[in-house]
Nanobody, 122 residues
Framework: QVQLVESGGGLVQAGGSLRLSCAAS????????MGWFRQAPGKEREFVAA????????SYADSVKGRFTISRDNAKSTLYLQMNSLKPEDTAVYSC???????????????WGQGTQVTVSS
């Protein structure tokens, strides 16, 4: 079991920045590949970014590439998502997730956090 808790969400104006954190506990954090997903009202949960267990590989959705950066600190068992140049369409609940494989596919992730709300005003 891996327990995941997100923090860092909030309200920000368009063009602003936020940094999300995901604190992990339980089984060894460093043995999992990690991802960020988001779900806007009335829409399905979508992939945002993923990072390999040794942080050597990353993957981003086209909609966030060049604006968002995923990173991890295995010593602190924490995952991060730095979000810059935020747009109103980035408004969603952001959730972190853990997987045994490096993937962009939602259903391949076994453990999920509760999510943190990000709201971008225009």
């Amino acid at each position: 079991q891996v327990q995941l808790v997100e923090s860092g969400g909030g309200l920000v104006q368009a063009g602003g920045s936020l940094r999300l954190s995901c604190a992990a506990s339980g089984r060894t954090f460093s043995s999992y590949h990690m991802g960020w997903f988001r779900q806007a009202p009335g829409k399905e949960r979508e992939f945002v970014a993923a990072i390999g267990w040794i942080a050597g590989s990353t993957s981003y959705a086209d909609s966030v590439k060049g604006r968002f950066t995923i990173s991890r600190d295995n010593a602190k068992s924490t995952l991060y998502l730095q979000m810059n140049s935020l747009k109103p369409e980035d408004t969603a609940v952001y959730s972190c997730a853990a997987s045994r494989i490096f993937t962009r596919i939602r259903d391949e992730y076994s453990y999920w956090g509760q999510g943190t709300q990000v709201t971008v005003s225009s």
